[in-house]
């Protein structure tokens, strides 16, 4: 007999999962309490590096079901996701997303849904990297300086300490800085200040 599982996630603690369990319910699905699976986590880590959905899917059998609000809180992009997707077909478990009308993605028509989403995904990436490198370009035509700026006063400030004759590990607790920032600026002559 198959069961139904739900995982909804968070990124923080101030943020509440409610209203996720509140679309799955009203969407027909009846989830027992210890098959509603609550993750705070943030949406950048990969569903492989989620400890709560790593449990999930060591309970998961053969036969059993997966719902989750969208696709965003089941993996962090849309190769993520079909990873995921696909790693739970594999385990022979549905995978059904309200978003996109509580289409089973293991299904043939959510596996067609599941590359047209990828296929989308990829080409908005590569839009995003050939619109930042246009942008790069014509800035660095414009004579504008690219990168971080210069943190001319933390050397001044390092520089001087140094005369003082203050040791590194002193210039960094003075300071309040990291030890090998100190090591960065240290370097530094004081003729570039």
């Known amino acids: 007999m198959s069961r139904t ?3 909804v996630r968070v990124s923080t603690h101030d943020q509440t ?3 996720q369990v509140l679309e799955i319910q009203s969407a027909g699905f009846s989830i027992q309490p210890q098959r509603l699976v609550s993750e705070t986590i943030s949406g ?3 569903t492989s590096e989620r400890p709560v959905f790593q449990k999930l899917l060591e309970r998961m059998e053969s036969g059993d079901v997966l719902v989750v ?3 965003d809180r089941l993996g962090r992009n849309a190769m993520d996701v079909r990873q995921t997707v696909e790693q739970l077909a594999e385990n022979d478990v549905r995978v059904h997303c309200l978003a996109l009308g509580g289409v089973d993605l293991t299904s ?3 596996k067609m849904t599941m590359q047209v989403l990828s296929a989308v995904a990829e080409f908005e990436r590569d839009l995003l990297i050939e619109r930042t490198q246009a942008g790069l370009a014509r800035a660095k035509s414009e004579g504008k300086k690219l990168g971080r700026p210069a943190a001319l006063e933390t050397t001044k400030m390092v520089q001087e300490l140094k005369t003082q004759k203050f ?3 002193q210039v960094a607790m003075k300071l309040g800085l990291g030890i090998a920032t100190v090591k960065r600026h240290w370097k530094k002559c004081s003729q570039q200040i």
């Open 69 to 71: 609000s969208k696709l």
């Open 17 to 19: 999962t409610q209203n």
């Open 5 to 7: 599982f739900a995982y």
């Open 108 to 110: 043939p028509a959510g």
């Open 44 to 46: 950048s880590v990969a």
């Open 167 to 169: 040791s590194q590990s």
